[in-house]
């Protein structure tokens, strides 16, 4: 079982609905970061969490910390969200263990 | 202020070739990671540099190395290269403050 679990994998949605991508992980953290990568390769970050609730023009996260779950919402989406979202976990505890990675959720927003 | 470059985008290699991959850190960041993503997979921690010493490794061979320089920039190595090794490489920095890491374009290899 992978520590940093998404879903679902890919997602298609008509424009202007409403997403939610789910984020599940088993390891202790001191922050989780949402990232958008488009065709390419590009990794953009969108949020840094560590507790409560956050947003960015349409995009919101959210993450509870006893839960160990967080979720990432578009609202009003459009064609031009279409990307993979990934959540990454930045581990606690101290120590240079980098980010680890879910696999992804790839979302395709048609017009 | 200028974002995390990395040179080259694209590189193809042979099997059992050595490659040398670059990243600039943004101004300011003195620590730098290294990732390597697989076609349809989620990136993979492969070490961080801090003050130009590795400060934290994941789980791949000794022939994945790296450095880093004065102006902490850095540079992944990856020796006799296998076929497995074709991915997107994609470096990150974070400034001395905290836990957001700013992510390069990415170097895409191929192993043929």
């Known amino acids: 079982k992978n520590e940093v679990e998404q879903s679902p994998q890919n997602l298609t949605a008509q424009e202007g609905e409403f997403i939610t991508i789910n984020c599940s992980y088993s390891?202790?953290?001191?922050?989780l970061h949402w990232l958008q990568q488009h065709p390419g390769g590009g990794i953009v970050s969108l949020f840094m969490?560590?507790?409560g609730k956050k947003k960015h023009g349409r995009l919101i996260a959210t993450i509870n910390i006893q839960e160990k779950h967080s979720s990432l919402h578009i609202t009003a989406s459009h064609p031009r969200d279409s990307a993979v979202y990934i959540c990454?976990?930045?581990?606690?505890?101290?120590?240079?263990?980098?980010?680890?990675f879910g696999k992804g959720t790839h979302l395709i927003i048609q017009p | 202020e200028t974002g995390v470059t990395q040179s080259p985008t694209h590189l193809i290699k042979t099997r059992g070739q050595q490659v040398t991959l670059r990243c600039s850190s943004q101004?300011?960041?003195?620590?730098v990671s290294w990732y390597q993503q697989a076609l349809g997979q989620g990136p993979q921690f492969i070490f961080q540099y801090y003050r130009e010493e590795e400060n934290g490794r994941g789980n791949f061979p000794p022939r994945f190395s790296g450095l880093q320089f004065p102006n902490y920039s850095s540079e992944l190595n990856v020796n006799a290269l296998e076929l497995d090794d074709s991915a997107l490489y994609l470096c990150a920095s974070s400034p001395p403050s905290g836990e957001t890491q700013y992510f390069g374009p990415g170097t895409r290899l191929l192993v043929l």
């Open positions: 101004s300011g960041h003195n620590t």
């Open positions: 969490l560590s507790s």
């Open positions: 390891v202790g953290i001191s922050a």
């Open positions: 990454a976990a930045l581990r606690s505890g101290g120590g240079a263990d980098g980010l680890t």
